[in-house]
């Protein structure tokens, strides 16, 4: 059974930056897509990128294009998000996710707890 866990969320200043980190268990990375997600508070879920199992292609909603990169080490099973220029209003609950497929743009099946981000000086 696939099991994801997203960490390395926490307070930080706007313009600062994080790394998200997504732990995969129970299955080889290397066959899956992942994406990560965020939810804040009062606001529907977000996609907010998306990376290939081969990592060859990556996905960026517009709020976030150009200050988060999605990367992934299938060694270690680990997906990452790496953000940068962070805004008040990147605050969220930040979730990753996967289908069971290796192409982005497929429903997610698998789902992580989330990791806390927030932007505040």
């Known amino acids: 059974q ?3 866990v997203a960490s390395g969320g926490g307070l930080v200043q706007p313009g600062g ?35 290939s199992s081969s990592g060859v292609i990556t996905n960026y909603a517009g709020s976030v294009k150009g200050r988060f990169t999605i990367s ?7 997906v990452y998000l790496h953000m940068n220029s962070l805004k008040p ?13 290796s192409r982005c743009g497929y429903p ?11 932007v505040s000086s």
Not at 93 to 101: I, K, L, S, T
Not at 108 to 118: A, C, F, H, L, S
């Open 17 to 51: 930056s994080l790394r998200l980190s997504c732990a995969v268990s129970g299955v080889t990375l290397n066959y899956y897509a992942i994406g990560w997600f965020r939810r804040a508070p009062g606001k529907e879920r977000e996609e907010v990128s998306c990376i």
């Open 2 to 4: 696939l099991q994801l």
């Open 108 to 118: 997610y099946n698998y789902w992580g707890q989330g990791t806390q981000v927030t």
């Open 72 to 78: 992934r080490d299938n060694a270690k099973n680990t």
């Open 89 to 101: 209003e990147d605050t969220a609950v930040y979730y990753c996710a996967a289908p069971r497929d």
